[in-house]
């Protein structure tokens, strides 16, 4: 059940393919809210309710996880991962898990309204900047947080 509601919380989440989940219930941890957000409510429903346990390649089918690996490999998964988002933009990356995240609160006119707002935030960015010019130099940028 934690690496279940973990998900729910977390940016993304890797599963050793051995692993299973289950959520029975209501509960004080919130699946019987963030479920059928992530999965619609009849599905959620059905897993709630009988309190089946999906292993990790079912909760990755459903979106529950990001990823299933084998047994052992979800460590470099997660390096492979970090090393790619660590290239991109630090502000970039904020403002997009600050709209993504704060967006799917409200309804959609407000939260295209909320994205505009996030973008507006890069566009003076000494980042962007940096991201133009290493767009037409033709190399990888070296982003600042700035």
């Known amino acids: 059940m934690l690496g279940t509601l973990l998900s729910f919380i977390g940016n993304w989440l890797f599963s050793d393919r051995p ?7 209501p509960n004080s941890a919130s ?3 963030r479920l059928p957000r992530l999965v619609g ?3 959620a429903k059905e897993l709630i309710f009988t309190g089946r346990k999906i292993d990790g390649r079912e909760a990755m089918s459903l979106g529950l996880v990001n990823y299933s690996v084998p047994a052992g490999e979800a460590h470099s998964k997660e390096l492979e991962i970090a090393r790619e988002i ?4 630090p502000i970039a990356i904020r403002m997009a898990k600050k709209a993504i995240n704060e967006g799917l609160e409200i309804d959609l006119p407000s939260a ?3 994205e505009e707002e996030c973008y507006e935030q890069l566009l003076n960015t000494k ?4 991201g133009l010019a290493a767009f037409a130099e033709k190399r990888k940028p070296r982003y600042r947080g700035e």
């Open 19 to 25: 692993s299973s989940y289950g959520i029975f219930g």
């Open 112 to 114: 295209l309204e909320l």
């Open 86 to 89: 660590i290239q991109k933009g």
């Open 41 to 43: 409510k009849s599905l």
């Open 31 to 33: 699946g019987t809210q």
């Open 127 to 130: 980042d962007r900047l940096e």
